[in-house]
């Protein structure tokens, strides 16, 4: 028998898990669009200080020959991309500990779910491997390949989480009354889910482009972006639309065949919220010259929408089983 007190403990702390690596990616997001991702060149200290420095004259006067011996030339200390990254990193620490905790706290199911434990250790190993990934990506001077692997790892650990703590609630989830939804609507969301991913893997490369762009033009000038765009950003918008009117029909699916209270619904409304989001975010990049606020929550709402899907097959395929 699970005890009741330690089985909601496990779920609280993995809730706050998934935000916490949600908030990463935010954080993540804001540093690539802020250009701040050189903010802290060296790893796990920031220009040789664990505290960093707020001015320039907390640095040795010649750091610049210091940081170039190391391969990173032309680097400029700037207070404010300096903290930025340093923010990012301590959040990413902040994930370090709930990670611990959670797969700690999900001892409890070695006798009743062992999979929920492994799940949650799997993810713990996961959470430490990103970390050293961080200090490679620093290391290889912020390629773009290595970024794109410390995003998706990222992306893979929330659907981790996601899976065990779901896992731990399946007796409640099996309650859900789904049994007059279709029975293509899996089949179609598991199609919407791989469309996400392709959309996700499109977006990272219009971002490692747009990453490109910015340093040309030093991160000024943001109106003329635009026309510098590759097709794949074409592509990429377009394919939004068809994302669109797919998890709409997924919506309308569950509208039409569950009560108002059911949980998929309300899952349902969500998911719909967050892809229009998304959308209006990458209408403000597209029209509004880059704006820096707006990439970094186009990034959020995206690996959102990936979540949201994932827990919904989750309970789709639980409330199937009873």
């Known amino acids: 028998m699970i005890d009741t007190q330690a089985a909601l ?54 750091y610049h020959e210091v940081y170039a011996e190391r391969g990173y030339q032309n680097t400029d200390f700037n207070p404010v991309k300096t903290w930025t990254e340093y923010v990012n990193r301590l959040v990413g620490v902040t994930i370090g500990i709930l990670i611990f905790l959670t797969a700690w706290s999900s001892r409890i199911y070695l006798k009743g779910d ?15 491997f990103q970390g050293w990934l961080g200090s490679a990506v620093v290391a290889s001077n912020l390629k773009p390949l290595m970024i794109t692997l410390h995003m998706l790892l990222a992306l893979f650990i929330v659907a981790l989480l996601i899976y065990a703590i779901a896992r731990s609630q399946k007796r409640f989830i099996a309650q859900i009354d789904s049994q007059r939804i279709s029975e293509r609507f899996i089949t179609v969301l598991k199609v919407a ?72 619904l309300k899952l349902a409304y969500a998911l719909t919220g967050l892809i229009v989001g998304a959308i209006v975010a ?41």
């Open 282 to 322: 990458g209408i403000t990049l597209d029209r509004l010259g880059v704006p820096p606020i707006a990439q970094p929550i186009h990034l959020l709402l995206a690996n959102l929408i990936f979540g949201m899907q994932f827990f919904l097959y989750i309970c789709m395929r639980y409330s199937k089983q009873a």
């Open 114 to 128: 062992k999979a929920i434990f492994y799940l949650a250790l799997t993810a713990f190993f996961l959470v430490s």
């Open 9 to 62: 403990r496990f779920r609280r702390l993995g809730i706050l898990t998934i935000f916490a690596v949600y908030g990463v990616i935010l954080m993540g997001g804001i540093v690539r669009a802020s250009g701040a991702g050189m903010g802290c060149p060296d790893w796990p200290t920031c220009f040789g200080q664990w505290i960093p420095p707020t001015d320039e004259s907390q640095l040795p006067p010649n």
């Open 193 to 264: 889910m791989a469309m996400t991913l392709i959309q996700v893997a499109m977006g990272t490369q219009v971002r490692e482009a747009v990453d490109f762009i910015a340093h040309e033009h030093n991160y000024i000038d943001r109106q003329y972006w635009r026309d510098s765009f590759p097709i794949i950003f074409y592509v990429h918008r377009s394919f939004s639309a068809l994302i669109l009117f797919t998890n709409l029909w997924l919506g309308w699916q569950i509208y039409r065949s569950v009560a108002k209270d059911n949980l998929l």
